[in-house]
């Protein structure tokens, strides 16, 4: 290995803190850029998200939780039991009505995970990255990412477990991003918008939004999409109450 690259390397990982979980089996790797996040500690929400991420660094996470497969996973919370293309008409309707911003092409999220997938054609690797490539690059090269695969949750009672792709700090508040390589951001938007309801409600953040992209495009929103727009909508398609309705009203 060349020296400067040699070199390069143990910078990254000194800025990295790296904490492995095993949740219901499956192997959840938080990462946290501390160093990027120090030069948020000015802000509000950087200060608050700080604290935060330094007491998961410091194994202050209810593994119990996790690891109770009898409870509700916020992975679970995706638009099911609706008729095909409704998903699609459902997201047209909400961007028309102003509440999903809709970035465009050139967004920055999108524009990093071309490059992503061209460092991979270029490498010679015929498979695309999936979301661990793809989240560490925005880790390590977008100044506004301080964390991946954080572990977000709810103590009991009604107490429900997830992990946030990506975390980010900015002036006005934190930003939750996932990546959706499949194309369909609608089915799994209750998911992400959850993650946001429940940091924001967790740890008393005045702004919170979400942004679902690919390496096309991608979309804003803000959490209370879930109860102002979409439930109202989906009570045109979907039958019964939806599963994440509940955690919030509780």
């Known amino acids: ?47 608050q998200l700080f604290k935060y991420l330094a007491e998961i660094s410091n194994n202050q996470v209810p593994h ?3 690891n109770n497969t009898e409870l509700q996973r916020i992975s679970r919370f995706k638009i099911t039991g609706v008729a095909r293309g409704i998903c699609p008409k459902l997201g047209r309707t909400l961007i028309e009505n102003g509440q999903i911003n809709r970035l465009g092409a050139e967004n920055e999220y999108s524009r990093i995970a071309r490059k992503v997938i061209q460092n991979y054609k270029s490498s010679g690797i015929s498979s695309k990255p999936g979301h661990d490539p793809i989240l560490k690059y925005l880790l390590i090269n977008h100044k506004n990412t301080v964390a991946i695969e954080v572990p977000v949750w709810r103590l009991p ?19 939750i991003a996932d990546y959706k390589p499949e194309g369909n951001f609608m089915r799994s938007l209750p998911q992400v918008a ?7 409600k967790n740890l008393g953040l005045d702004q919170v939004s979400c942004v679902s992209f690919n390496q096309k495009e991608a979309w804003q929103y803000k ?3 879930l109860v102002n727009g979409l439930n109202s909508l989906l009570e045109k398609y979907h039958r019964g109450e939806v599963p994440w309705i509940s955690f919030i009203l509780n």
């Open 194 to 200: 959850f993650y946001g309801y429940l940091l924001g």
């Open 64 to 66: 119990d939780l996790f």
């Open 1 to 47: 290995m060349p020296v400067l690259h040699s070199i390069k390397i143990r910078r990254l990982a000194k800025m990295i803190i790296r904490r492995d979980f095993i949740h219901a089996g499956i192997k959840y790797s938080f990462n946290w850029n501390q160093k990027n996040h120090r030069n948020f500690e000015q802000w509000t929400t950087g200060r």
């Open 157 to 175: 009672p009604n107490s429900i477990t997830g992990h946030i792709d990506l975390l980010q700090v900015v002036e006005d508040g934190a930003i």
């Open 223 to 225: 959490p209370e999409i």
